[in-house]
């Protein structure tokens, strides 16, 4: 999927138009407070641009996941006085998500004026994709822009539904990702290294047998390496492991295999006692992990192994940790494997790092800058991984 072919708000008429935006506007709240407003300004480009061709901006979102009834705690107060401050003019807020104090402020709105819905879950109908819902949407705009990738793997009436009812473009974050994540995978710059962490393999079943078919390298950490590991015959110990997908795991190994993809698991690990921070640990140098101890991060030779693998890399994709990498005592292969994607950044690779806990890892130590593209949807990026269409997106219209 390219961003080729789906219309974006350069491709349509937007000046004295009222124009429904999707944003992803689910921000991290403590008490009310704003505690990271990271995805409103990444929604900016494309409020600033629409404002500034004379639009009508009705912005929405949800916020956490309230019960679809009104619930003080999910309200978008705070969301609407954060992007007043951002845009230099007052963005209201209605009363409602669709009701009466929706429909009167879109009524209202000027060109160049943007109000903001309440949260989008309020209503019970929108994770139910309800026509009903979608064309009350519908009927507050002339235009819809969908520009939330962290939601377009959902098809909700928010992302979805309008579509049916309303001409429609993505707006220039979702370009942006379809961009990064539409060439990595259909016309990368190689070699092509993937490198995938995380808990369960179950969960990337399908990315991996998509970039088997794609990649020059596979790289595989976390908890799903042990479940390699047990395909391979070693013993895993009472590490995490995925019983139901041993014959996924060597089924993929030999495809691999036959296709010429390196595929790269650790030589070494950091073992513990149990699933706790403080555990006892060590290192052992072997594939194999012992009775009565799980695997808890990759070695230092794992570590090392992955970084040379990186040298010379055209195009990484990165998606899970290494390691349970919010422990200090587990972190440091996910450490050394963002440096090393650092640095093949650096020496002209192109990184994209799919959302949740790696670009959670990378944002901690501080590599943000240093990465050519950090999704901003954990869901979204691992089904375009797997070469899923995003609901979202292809309900666009074609340009």
Not at 108 to 133: C, H, I, S, Y
Not at 319 to 334: D, I, K, L, R, Y
Not at 355 to 369: N, R, T
Request: overall charge negative.
């Amino acid at each position: 999927m390219s961003s080729l072919n789906k219309k974006t708000i350069e491709d349509i008429a937007v000046a004295g138009k009222r124009v429904l935006v999707r944003c992803d506007f689910n921000v991290k709240m403590e008490d009310g407070v704003i505690t990271s407003d990271k995805r409103i300004v990444a929604s900016l480009p494309t409020i600033k641009y629409l404002l500034g061709q004379g639009a009508r901006l009705i912005l929405c979102s949800h916020l956490g996941r309230p019960k679809g009834a009104f619930d003080p705690q999910f309200s978008m107060a705070p969301v609407a006085a954060r992007l007043s401050e951002l845009l230099g003019q007052e963005v209201k807020l209605a009363k409602d998500v669709v009701g009466e104090s929706a429909q009167a402020l879109a009524a209202e709105l000027k060109d160049g004026e943007a109000m903001l819905l309440e949260n989008v879950r309020f209503e019970p109908g929108e994770t139910k994709n309800d026509p009903e819902l979608s064309k009350k949407f519908a009927a507050l705009a002339e235009i819809f822009v969908n520009d939330a990738f962290g939601s377009a793997h959902r098809a909700h009436c928010s992302t979805t539904g309008v579509a049916d009812y309303l001409p429609s473009a993505v707006g220039y974050l979702i370009q942006k990702e379809i961009n990064f994540m539409g060439n990595a995978l259909e016309n990368p710059v190689r070699p092509l290294v993937a490198i995938l962490g995380g808990a369960k393999v179950s969960d990337k079943i399908g990315v991996i047998n998509n970039l088997i078919e794609k990649c020059d390298k596979i790289i595989i950490g976390g908890g799903m390496a042990y479940t390699f590991f047990a395909a391979m015959g070693n013993s895993v110990g009472t590490s995490l492991l995925d019983k139901e997908n041993i014959e996924n795991a060597k089924n993929m190994m030999a495809r691999a295999k036959e296709k010429g993809v390196d595929f790269l698991l650790p030589v070494d690990n950091v073992i513990g006692r149990e699933y706790k921070e403080d555990t006892t640990f060590m290192r052992i140098y072997s594939d194999s992990i012992p009775d009565g101890w799980m695997g808890l991060d990759i070695g230092p030779v794992t570590r090392e192994l992955f970084a040379k693998s990186l040298v010379g890399a055209g195009t990484v994709i990165w998606n899970g940790p290494m390691g349970v990498s919010e422990w200090e005592n587990f972190a440091e292969g996910t450490i050394d494997v963002a440096k090393a994607v650092a640095e093949a950044t650096e020496n002209g690779a192109i990184s994209v790092i799919g959302g949740g806990d790696s670009a959670a890892a990378i944002k901690k130590l501080g590599f943000e800058k240093k990465m050519s593209h950090i999704s901003t949807g954990g869901g979204a990026s691992l089904e375009f991984l797997e070469g899923k269409d995003l609901p979202g997106i292809a309900c666009i219209d074609e340009k």
